[in-house]
């Protein structure tokens, strides 16, 4: 009875009916209780707070106080109206306007897996709006890189870019094979107006090497510096 009642509040949802603030509520409560009826602690949690905006802005405690709201799913509808408000927020997208920047943004980024190269597509702030990975089982080695690289950019427009190639283990010092995708890389930014900052090569032990600060490849004739966009 559950499950047949919550398909026909998501198909509400996928085919642009009217939904009720407390239908949507109970849509975002699923993921927090998967069997309970979630219907009447939806009812409370939006009458209390007056809105789903209300709710998703009030704090773990103030959301635990409502009836049938537990400690776990009061901490869930917080987290969530944090993430909500992250993603809405300028401040809360990282700023890299320089290498020590990116650096420490790349380092401060889980260990890959696997062998991969990422795109962090940045605004004209310097705000890494969109990070783009690309390994053997997303299709950098499955096709050709200047098509897969190609139609990322496109797709996104970033004003800025900056690229990491990274190795799961050992160090990442680059080599003619490396130099050949940065330059790829380079013709790709410049076709879809995007400003390439920098390409690294970084490795499991932590060894960073910046093209741009060694003259290399595409920056070989540019003026090399710490601050992007010299």
Known sequence: MHEGHRNRLVSKVKHGEIVYEHELMEILLF?????KDLNAVAHAVVSRFGSIEGALGATAEELAEV????????EYIAVLGKALRAAGNEEGFAV??????FKNYILSRPAPECDRLELYCLDKDGRVRRICVFNAKSGLRAAPAETVILKTISAHRPYGLFVASRIKRGNR??????DALCERVGKIAKVCGANLYDYCTVGSDGEFYS???????????????DVYGE
């Open 211 to 225: 093209y741009k600060m060694a003259g290399r490849g595409v920056f070989a004739d540019k003026v090399t510096g």
């Open 67 to 74: 009836d049938g709201v537990g400690e776990n799913m009061a």
């Open 173 to 178: 010092r680059p080599d003619a094979a490396e």
């Open 31 to 35: 993921n927090a209780c998967p069997r």
């Open 96 to 101: 890299v306007s320089n290498i020590r920047d």
